[in-house]
């Protein structure tokens, strides 16, 4: 996993730095993040995707191809809105990441069979949360201009 190489990229984020699109502040974005790493690592559980199952084989092509994930997308459970900051800064959110990032790891060195569902593509092993993360991640820091566009 790329891990190392998106929070060294994220150390030169600031709480001035601007997306090139989307609602997103550099703390919100890291936060949203944080709560995609909680929901592959156990600690955030959901139930439900929006997508029905017999469409996760579809998602799963998808998530495996080298298509990057939308821009503006919005995803019908967190809603277009802001949602409020839960850190009391940026740097405290990046070193919540860190931590969110490591009980990962540890997460699936203790249950490797698991499969955390995620909001859109449904369970993932941890090879697809992987794919999953480096998409994610991949694509937030470019909204923030931190990988440049291809």
Known sequence: MAFEYYTELL????KDSLPLWGKMTSQHMIE???????????????????NPPEKYPLLKRILHSSKPLP?????TIIG???KPLIH???ELAKEDLL???ENFEL????????KPMNITFGPLNYEEWII??????????????LIKEK
């Open 11 to 14: 150390k030169s984020l600031n």
């Open 32 to 50: 949203h993040l944080i709560l995609a790493v909680q929901l592959s690592n156990g600690k955030h559980i959901i139930n439900e995707c929006i």
């Open 71 to 75: 821009k503006n997308f919005v995803n």
């Open 80 to 82: 277009e809105g802001l």
């Open 88 to 90: 009391q800064n940026l």
């Open 99 to 101: 931590i969110e990032i």
């Open 107 to 114: 997460f699936f060195k203790k249950n490797p069979e698991a």
């Open 132 to 145: 999953f993360h480096n998409k994610h991640f991949t694509h937030h820091l470019t909204q923030f201009g």
